[in-house]
T-cell receptor, first 117, second 113 residues
């Protein structure tokens, strides 16, 4: 089945630094990847839609200058949390859909636990 | 505005019995619905889906029912097994457009031996 790999699985950083999270589709191509965030005991909230070769589309209330998204190839999207603050601590999950499968379910990475101290 | 709602935060079921998880939605543009299973510190795993042209879809122990008029869907797991203990998320999407998923709040299912 389709596999999405996310790296790192967890990261601790100091306030004010930037953190990059990678999302790769391992055995399929994806022109679109989605970035979600989950706070403890809450739902997965869509942050942005990452489009290969073009700008990402951000959901309302998500700062595009803080959460930089780059989708340089059909198998890689990156999310950079810039100038991280403790309130950015969360579980970030990426997802992708197999282009060759028409409308198929989203496949998710295993997530990245970000802790900002 | 919560477009997808799972009103039961938790559910406890005896092993071997049926687990029924419920989900309601408000957006009439949604026409594709999915259930995901999630363990702590992991990404969601796809379980089963249904499009709005159907009212039932079955896959092994898992069956999803869709009631479009009530904007309600449910996931039935039978028989329930201890390994089914996890958080279950209902998600909805419109087949046209961005096809992004909107998730419910999740229901924590515990299967008791």
């Amino acid at each position: 089945g389709a596999v999405v790999s996310q790296h790192p699985s967890w990261v601790i950083c100091k306030s004010g630094t930037s953190v990059k999270i990678e999302c790769r589709s391992l055995d399929f191509q994806a022109t679109t990847m989605f970035w979600y965030r989950q706070f403890p005991k809450q739902s997965l909230m869509l942050m942005a839609t990452s489009n290969e070769g073009s700008k990402a589309t951000y959901e309302q209330g998500v700062e595009k200058d803080k959460f930089l998204i780059n989708h340089a190839s059909l198998t890689l999207s990156t999310l950079t949390v810039t100038s991280a603050h403790p309130e950015d601590s969360s579980f970030y999950i990426c997802s992708a859909r197999d282009l060759g499968q028409g409308f198929s379910p989203l496949h998710f990475g295993n997530g990245t636990r970000l802790t900002v101290t | 505005d919560q477009q997808v709602k799972q009103n039961s935060p938790s559910l406890s079921v005896q092993e071997g019995r049926i687990s029924i998880l419920n989900c309601d939605y408000t957006n009439s543009m949604f026409d594709y619905f999915l259930w995901y299973k999630k363990y702590p510190a992991e990404g969601p795993t796809f379980l089963i889906s249904i499009s709005s042209i159907k009212d039932k879809n079955e896959d092994g122990r898992f069956t999803v029912f869709l009631n479009k008029s009530a904007k309600h869907l449910s996931l039935h797991i039978v028989p329930s097994q201890p390994g089914d203990s996890a958080v279950y998320f209902c998600a909805a999407s419109a087949l046209k457009g961005a096809q992004k998923l909107v998730f419910g709040q999740g229901t924590r299912l515990t299967i008791n031996p």
